[in-house]
Nanobody
Framework: QVQLVESGGGLVQAGGSLRLSCAAS????????MGWFRQAPGKEREFVSAISWTGGRTYYADSAKGRFTISRDNAKNTVYLQIHSLKPEDTAVYYCAAGLTFEYNRSPTGGDYWGQGTQVTVSS
């Protein structure tokens, strides 16, 4: 069992930066690949980024390449998503998820555990 709690969202102006955090509890956190997804109003939840259980492999959606950086600290049971040069179209609820299959199934169906989400709002 893994419990996930996201934090770090907020209201930011376009061009700004945010670092989202996802704190996990549960002894098996380090066994899971971790992913970040987002869901904008009226849209489906979409993949943003994922990281292998060791942290050695990372994956990004095309929309996230160059501006988003995922990382994890297994000693702290935490995964991070650093976002630079925020755009209004980045506005969404951001969810972190733990999934054993995220490295080859980077869709919401690959998530075994989910957090409640953190709102990111980017003003123009």
């Amino acid at each position: 069992q893994v419990q996930l709690v996201e934090s770090g969202g907020g209201l930011v102006q376009a061009g700004g930066s945010l670092r989202l955090s996802c704190a996990a509890s549960g002894r098996t956190f380090s066994r899971y690949a971790m992913g970040w997804f987002r869901q904008a109003p009226g849209k489906e939840r979409e993949f943003v980024s994922a990281i292998s259980w060791t942290g050695g492999r990372t994956y990004y959606a095309d929309s996230a390449k160059g501006r988003f950086t995922i990382s994890r600290d297994n000693a702290k049971n935490t995964v991070y998503l650093q976002i630079h040069s925020l755009k209004p179209e980045d506005t969404a609820v951001y969810y972190c998820a733990a999934g054993l299959t995220f490295e080859y199934n980077r869709s919401p169906t690959g998530g075994d555990y989910w957090g409640q989400g953190t709102q990111v709002t980017v003003s123009s």
